[in-house]
């Protein structure tokens, strides 16, 4: 079983920061790609960013591009999301989430993912 952690949302203005992470427990953290997703209100749950399991690999939706930043920490069972320039539009609750498929890449599909986080509530007030 895992488990998945999320924390570091909060309240920011326009053109702020967070960094989000997001600890996993198990030891087989390493071996699996992750995932961030959000849903906003009224919304589907959307991709916002994936890390392969070595980190070398990462992905993002078109929104977040250049924006926000996936990393990861295999030591520490951690997977970090940075999100710099956020705008209004980013106000969601956010999840990590551990592909299913032991050493696979990158993916922006929420069928990939069977763990999922509690969520961390964002929000970007104008």
């Known amino acids: 079983q895992v488990q998945l952690v999320e924390s570091g949302g909060g309240l920011v203005q326009a053109g702020g920061s967070l960094r989000l992470s997001c600890a996993a427990s198990?030891?087989?953290?390493?071996?699996?790609?992750m995932g961030w997703f959000r849903q906003a209100p009224g919304k589907e749950r959307e991709f916002v960013a994936s890390?392969?399991?070595?980190?070398?690999?990462?992905y993002y939706a078109d929104s977040v591009q250049g924006r926000f930043t996936i990393s990861r920490d295999n030591a520490k069972a951690t997977v970090y999301l940075q999100m710099n320039t956020l705008e209004p539009e980013d106000t969601a609750v956010y999840y990590c989430?551990?592909?299913?498929?032991?050493?696979?890449?990158?993916?922006?599909?929420?069928?990939?993912?069977?763990?999922w986080g509690q969520g961390t509530q964002v929000t970007v007030s104008s």
């Open positions: 989430a551990k592909h299913y498929s032991y050493k696979a890449g990158v993916s922006g599909r929420t069928r990939d993912y069977n763990y």
């Open positions: 890390i392969s399991w070595s980190g070398d690999s990462t």
């Open positions: 198990g030891r087989t953290f390493s071996n699996y790609a």
